[in-house]
C-alpha cells in the first residue's frame, strides 16, 4: 500500500480510546490537520467505539469551529484493515484539504515568534 | 445534585480577555457526574482557550486544579499556592463553588464558566432532568414520589390545570403532566384516598421567602 508521506500515525487499540484533550493537544502541539480512522460500522471489536469516537469527533469539531479554529482540519472516517486502497485515499483527500486550509494558524504564530526572537 | 452546563467559549473569554495566566478549577462534585466541570472538562476549556488566544497572537498561560469539592473552605483553602500568580480563576463549579472562591481569594478576579441550571438526575447518560424545586418542606409523600412543585409547570400543589391532555402538559407534548403521574402512581397504589385529604396552604416561608436559607447542626460543629 503506498500512500502520501504527509501523514503520522498513531496506533490506538480501538478508535473509541480516543479523548476530547488528546485531540485538541495535536492541534495545539501543531499539527495541520488530524483525522481519526474506526472499524467499519458494527465491526468495533468493543462493538461501540467507533461511534463513540464519531461523537466525539464531532464535538471536538464543533468546538474548533466555536473558537476559530476550524473544525475541517478534523475528522472521523470508517474503514477496515483490509481497506488499504480506502486509506490511501483518504490520507490523500485530507492532505488536499488541509493543503487548501493552509498551515495550522498557530504554528504561523509560533514561527512569527521564533523569527522575532 | 446540581445540573450545570458550560457557557460558550467565546464568553468565558471575554470575562479574562486581559489575563495573561488564568487558573481554572474543576468541581470533582455534581458537575464532574453532569460533565460539565470536572477535571476533563477543565483540560478541554484550558486548551480550547490557550488555542483561541494564541490564534490572537496573545498567549494564555493556563493552570488547571480540580478541587475535591469548591463548595467546603477546607478544600477551597488547597488552592491557595495557586492562585498567587494568576490575573483570574475560571471556576467550573455550580454558582456555589463560584462564591467560595471569590469568598476566599478576594483580590482575585473570579468568573464562572458554567450556568447552573437545576437539581436534578440523569435518565441516561447524558441527558439530565430537573426533579427537585428546593421548596424547603417535601411533600412527595403526599404526591405518590413526584414533585409537583418542579415537574407541574405551574407547580400547581391541588391537582392538574385544564391543560392536562392524554397526560401531557400543555406546554410541550414532550413533556408528561406532573399530576397525570401522581394520580396514575396514588391510584396504582390504592391510596387515591389521600389525595383528598385536606392540606392547609404550602408554608412559602420555609422556601426562598425570607432571603438566603442556613441549615446548622450544632451536634457536628467541631468547635
Ligand atoms: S461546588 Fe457545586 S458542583 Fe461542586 S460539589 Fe459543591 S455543589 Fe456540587
Ligand atoms: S416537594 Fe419540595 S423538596 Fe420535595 S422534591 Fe418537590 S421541591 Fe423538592
Ligand atoms: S476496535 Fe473499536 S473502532 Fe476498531
Known sequence: MQYAPTVRIVEMPCSGTIDHRVLLQTFEDGADGVFVAGCMEGDCHFLKGNFRAKKRVRQVKKILDEIGFGGDRLDFFNLSAAQGQRFAEIVKEMTERVLQLGPNPLNKKAKKEGGAA | MIIAQQKPVKDIAAM?????????????????????????????????????????????????????????????AALDNLTRDVDAI??????????????????????????????????????????????????????????????????????????????????????????????????????????????????????????????????????
Open chain 2, 16 to 76: 479574562i480577555s486581559d489575563c495573561k495566566k488564568v487558573l481554572l478549577v474543576g468541581c470533582a462534585g455534581c458537575v464532574t457526574v453532569c460533565l460539565a466541570g470536572g477535571e476533563k472538562e477543565t483540560e478541554v476549556l484550558a486548551s480550547s482557550l490557550r488555542i483561541m488566544r494564541k490564534m490572537e497572537d496573545n498567549p494564555l498561560e493556563t493552570v488547571t486544579y480540580t478541587a475535591t469539592r469548591q463548595c467546603d473552605p477546607e478544600y477551597v
Open chain 2, 90 to 223: 475560571v471556576s467550573l463549579a455550580c454558582g456555589v463553588g463560584v462564591q467560595y472562591l471569590a469568598e476566599r481569594f478576594t483580590d482575585k478576579w473570579v468568573v464562572p464558566a458554567l450556568d447552573t441550571k437545576f437539581i436534578g438526575g440523569s435518565t441516561v447518560h447524558g441527558n439530565w432532568e430537573e426533579k427537585c424545586g428546593l421548596c424547603g418542606e417535601c411533600i412527595l409523600h403526599r404526591t405518590g414520589g413526584i414533585c409537583p412543585i418542579i415537574r407541574c409547570s405551574k407547580s400547581i400543589l391541588n391537582g392538574p390545570c385544564g391543560g392536562s391532555q392524554y397526560g401531557k402538559c400543555e406546554i410541550s407534548k414532550d413533556v408528561d403532566c406532573a399530576w397525570q403521574l401522581i394520580y396514575d402512581r396514588m391510584k396504582a397504589l390504592g391510596k387515591l384516598d389521600k389525595l383528598m385529604e385536606f392540606q392547609p396552604p404550602k408554608d412559602w416561608s420555609k422556601s426562598r421567602d425570607g432571603g438566603p436559607r442556613k441549615a446548622v447542626r450544632e451536634d457536628v460543629m467541631i468547635d
